[in-house]
């Protein structure tokens, strides 16, 4: 009896309920739960380090007049206060005229753009679900300009508008007779046209990839109950394929605009620091703001004050998407 008692009172310790509380099994259960944020602290740390502490430094150089006399030491600058918003926002001043043209062209040109990439990519998407010889072969042609580096496909098209002796002069005026004469397309009012070509061709594989995948989810079933319905192809695209793509969309389309919006590797590809009045986008104008005048204080404000236009426009845009949901379910 006596023998068996502490092994009777081990067993009952062990299955009683206070020693799944046991004090020392709590280390090992913190580490598995921390484990995860272990793991994400260097990834945590690499963005502190690339967007926010940048962004902060930026929102502090906003603030302060700081031009080429403090550039060795920004911190020793004098502060403005708001007179660096205040020179951005005057629209009857040049400064800040020059801003409100850059801005609205910039608007224009992204809503063009946006619009043509999504068109195209979703009419390309479309024609792909078919299957038929050689898709394969389309598909990987169709992601060329998309793969390509940004700065390799700009200066080829660059070539291409040259006045003299560039494809695109030489087709339109040589061989089909469109033109009266060669225009210029890297100055004047045709910087316009030229910046939204070069943008829509780079941009539409990117909707034709996501609008893809997303066709990909959507059952074959429907479709061949509405051709049995005796629905054609546009009103399939409009009963079936464009509200099972609404999801999709409503995330493409806000990428679009804000990859398009701060779009600054092409216009300054194409045209230089100094790009064409009718191209004048606002990352091109920010910096010329910001390293050619030297005005350091002033190119930060506008950043700034573009940071918190893209912030609204990007909140007004989800809180009308999500009550669309909500409206739609």
């Not at 780079?202 to 074959?220: D, E, T």
């Not at 999801?247 to 804000?258: A, E, G, K, M």
């Not at 790009?275 to 606002?282: F, N």
């Not at 204080?297 to 236009?309: D, I, P, Q, Y």
Request: glycine fraction near 6%; hydrophobic fraction near 55%.
């Amino acid at each position: 009896m006596t023998a068996t008692a502490p092994a009777a009172q081990a067993t009952v310790r062990k299955s009683s309920p206070g020693a799944a509380r046991d004090p020392r099994r709590r280390p090992g259960r913190i580490r598995r739960i921390g484990l995860p944020y272990l793991l994400l602290l260097p990834a945590l740390l690499l963005e502190l380090l690339v967007h926010l502490v940048p962004m902060v430094i930026g929102v502090v150089m906003s603030f302060k007049e700081l031009t080429q006399f403090y550039i060795r030491d920004w911190s020793t600058a004098p502060w403005a206060g708001f007179d660096n918003y205040s020179v951005s926002v005057d629209f009857d001043a040049p400064v800040g005229k020059a801003l409100l043209h850059s801005f609205l062209v910039t608007i224009a040109f992204t809503l063009l753009s946006v619009g043509l990439c999504w068109l195209i990519g979703t009419a390309a998407a479309v024609f792909m679900q078919d299957a038929f010889r050689g898709r394969g072969l389309l598909r990987a042609l169709f992601l060329v300009p998309y793969a390509l580096p940004v700065y390799a496909a700009v200066i080829t098209w660059v070539f291409m508008f040259q006045h003299d002796n560039g494809l695109v002069n030489h087709v339109l005026h040589d061989q089909l007779g469109l033109t009266d004469e060669p225009s210029f397309w890297l100055i004047g009012d045709n910087s316009f046209v030229a910046l939204l070509v070069v943008s829509v061709w780079k941009g539409w594989p990117f909707a034709f990839l996501i609008v893809m995948a997303g066709l990909q989810n959507i059952p074959r079933e429907l479709y061949e109950a509405a051709a049995l319905d005796g629905a054609g192809m546009l009103q399939q695209i409009r009963r079936i394929t464009l509200p099972s793509l609404r999801p999709v969309n409503q995330v493409l389309v806000l990428v679009l605009f804000l990859w398009t919006f701060n779009d600054f590797n092409t216009p300054y590809v194409m045209f230089g620091k100094t790009a064409p009045e009718a191209a004048d986008l606002i990352s091109v104008h920010i910096y010329q703001a910001s390293f050619v005048t030297w005005n350091f204080g002033t190119g930060a404000a506008m950043s700034v004050l573009l940071l918190l236009f893209l912030l609204l426009v990007t909140g007004v845009y989800l809180a009308l998407t999500s009550r669309g949901r909500r409206t739609a379910s």
